[in-house]
């Protein structure tokens, strides 16, 4: 599927069919995340592929109660849990170099958005999900120290588009050498 379909056309998927995910299409989902970009190629990112139902319910468990995904959790195939390293991405001898801090959460979400994408590209469904307790996620799936919980999607097989969410219109967000200048061409 051509780049800027994909990209236009995910969505946000809650509701998934049991069919399992074959290993061969998570690995090349998971090897989409591997050639992301990161900071110096630190490349900090991990992941864990949760298919064990317990562990999936403990997983939901851990989200927000409100959180619309968490049955998600229960009737996905899998969940890719993705953790990274800090200190090293955006840092010199553990030293963040810029006002940002830390980038593990940008290198991260890059790796996350290759995830998502190339999952819609196989025809599978996935939601970003980033509301839950990671220190219970963390106990959880046992993440060594060094590490943190960044984000987790359930991935597979749906049925039913959800329609696209409205965006605002480019000009709102796009401007021309500096703030306020709208770009024109």
């Keep these: 599927m ?95 170099v810029t006002n940002k801090g830390d980038w593990f959460m940008f290198d991260a979400g890059i790796a996350m958005e290759h995830i998502v994408l190339t999952a819609w590209s196989f025809g599978l469904g996935t939601v970003h999900v980033g509301s839950f307790d990671a220190e219970k996620v963390e106990r959880i799936l046992k993440i060594p120290e060094g590490f943190s919980m960044v984000e987790m999607t359930p991935l597979g097989y749906f049925d039913e588009v959800p329609k696209p969410t409205p965006r605002r219109p480019l000009n709102e967000s796009l401007f021309l050498d500096f703030y306020g200048q709208p770009f024109k061409s």
């Design 2 to 96: 051509e780049l800027l379909k994909v990209i236009h056309e995910r969505r946000s998927i809650r509701k998934y069919r049991q069919d399992p995910v074959p290993d061969e299409i998570v690995i090349e989902i998971l090897e989409a995340a591997r050639a992301a970009p990161s900071w110096a190629n630190t490349q900090v990112c991990r992941y864990i592929v949760v298919k064990d139902k317990h562990t999936k319910e403990q997983l939901k468990e851990a989200l927000s109660q409100n959180n619309p995904a968490r049955e998600a959790f229960i009737q996905a195939p899998l969940i890719i849990c993705q953790f990274a390293q800090r200190g090293l991405s955006g840092c010199k001898r553990n030293e963040p």
